[in-house]
């Protein structure tokens, strides 16, 4: 029997996993998304077809509250800034979205029915250190905490919600955004917890790497999420 290429191989084995289909909106305002996010998670959750949804973006400024979060953890911020605020369905705290920083929602349905959080929740740490290592900032997931840092402090957060077996909301990568709005409220239930960004563990590095432009990080992003969750990442329109 006459062996296949080893690129066919490849090739094929790529074609049989199931596809994650990314959706770039830009900069978008907060109840946008999620008004996108939650049709494509009816629509996911009323599918038995493999595959997913993935929305890459940039929010404008904006405070959120996880399931865990106290309004008093943002201390008056919201009102003194004019920022806007949006109580969600995701587990955590409080956390701040806005430009310079890569959003990235993954809408998949989890193994066992959506039993097994802990594992979905520890690939996409893995994508993300992986993402920070190809902008040359090294990262790492700490055990028994939720998201990744680099030397600087948190540099990445995750919060996720399951319905019906379906994972929605998901992770934040500081790129080059403006960290004084989490200094001024307790950030993911951990009061004086550092923040930094991308930019700034380059900046304070000693080599000469050159930060790339924040939407080829969140192609990349998405291509370590897709990898990590063994999909195959496919571009579709907004």
């Not at 090294?138 to 019906?164: D, E, S, Y």
């Not at 955004?177 to 563990?201: H, K, S, W």
Request: proline content about 5%.
């Amino acid at each position: 029997m006459r062996a296949e290429p080893a690129e066919v191989l490849v090739a094929e084995a790529a074609a049989a996993r199931p596809l994650l289909r990314v959706r770039n909106l830009g900069r978008v305002a907060y109840s946008e998304a999620m008004r996108i996010q939650d049709e494509l998670l009816a629509q996911r959750i009323g599918s038995d077809a493999a595959g997913g949804e993935i929305l890459l973006l940039e929010h404008e400024p904006v405070y959120t509250l996880g399931r865990g979060a106290d309004l008093a953890d943002l201390m008056g911020v919201p009102e003194r800034l004019g920022v806007p605020v949006f109580r969600v369905g995701r587990g955590g705290g409080a956390t701040f979205h806005g430009p310079g920083q890569v959003v990235a929602y993954p809408i998949v349905r989890l193994p066992g029915h959506g039993r097994d959080v802990r594992r979905y929740i520890r690939r996409l740490e893995s994508a993300l250190v992986r993402t920070c290592g190809a902008c040359g900032v090294v990262a790492r997931a700490i055990p028994a905490q939720t998201g990744v840092w680099a030397a600087g402090g948190k540099v990445a957060a995750i919060g996720i919600g399951v319905r019906r077996g379906v994972a929605f909301h998901g992770v934040s990568l500081n790129v080059c955004n403006r960290v004084d709005y989490f200094e001024q409220i307790v950030p993911c239930r951990t009061p004086g917890m550092a923040v930094t960004t991308l930019q700034r563990e380059i900046g304070e590095s000693a080599g000469s790497v050159v930060l790339p432009a924040i939407d080829v990080i969140a192609r990349a992003l998405a291509a370590e999420i897709a990898s990590a969750l063994n999909m195959e990442l496919v571009e579709v329109a907004r």
